[in-house]
C-alpha cells in the first residue's frame, strides 16, 4: 500500500514569479524586445515592465484629473460672470419696477387715458353714528 504524505504548499514568491516571468515572455515572444535590449543583464526593460506599465497609467490618470480640474475651474468662472450679469440685471429691473410704482410715474402713464390727478385735495367725510 502506498505511503500517505502531505503535499507542500507552494510559496507566494513562487506564484508571483511565475505571473512576472509570464507576462514578461508574452511580451516578448508578442512584440519581440530582445533584439532591442539583449538579453540578460542588458534587458532592464523586460525585467521592469510592471514598474513601467504602472507609471505609465499614474501619468495618464494624473493628466486626466489635471484636465477634470482646468474645465471645472472654466465651468466655475463662467457660472460667476453668469450670476453677477443676473445679479446687475436683477437690480436694474427692480429699481425700474419701484419707480414705475410711484404717483409721478403713474401720472405720466395715465394722462393719455384722460385720466388727471385731482387739483383739489380729498375731502373728509363724516357720518354721524346716530343717523
Keep these: 500500500m502506498a505511503k500517505n504524505t502531505y503535499r507542500t504548499p507552494k510559496v507566494k514568491a513562487e ?7 509570464r507576462l514578461r515572455m508574452f511580451i516578448d515572444n508578442v512584440i519581440g524586445f530582445d533584439h532591442l535590449f539583449g538579453e540578460g543583464d542588458n534587458a532592464w526593460p523586460i525585467r521592469n515592465i510592471e514598474r513601467i ?3 505609465t ?4 490618470v494624473y493628466v486626466g484629473l489635471n484636465h477634470n480640474a482646468e474645465r471645472l475651474v ?13 445679479r446687475a440685471k436683477y437690480t436694474t ?9 410711484k404717483q409721478s410715474e ?4 395715465v394722462a393719455p387715458l384722460g385720466l388727471t390727478d385731482g387739483q383739489t385735495p ?3 367725510i363724516i357720518v354721524k ?3
Excluded at 497609467?57 to 495618464?60: A, S
Excluded at 472654466?74 to 443676473?86: F, P
Aim: aromatic share 4%; no cysteine; hydrophobic share 35%.
Design 15 to 21: 506564484i508571483r514569479q511565475k505571473r512576472k516571468s
Design 53 to 55: 506599465l504602472w507609471i
Design 57 to 60: 497609467v499614474l501619468m495618464t
Design 74 to 86: 472654466r465651468q466655475i468662472q463662467q457660472t460667476k460672470t453668469s450670476v453677477d450679469e443676473l
Design 93 to 101: 429691473l427692480e429699481a425700474d419696477f419701484m419707480k414705475s410704482g
Design 106 to 109: 403713474l401720472s405720466k402713464r
Design 122 to 124: 380729498p375731502r373728509k
Design 129 to 131: 353714528s346716530d343717523e
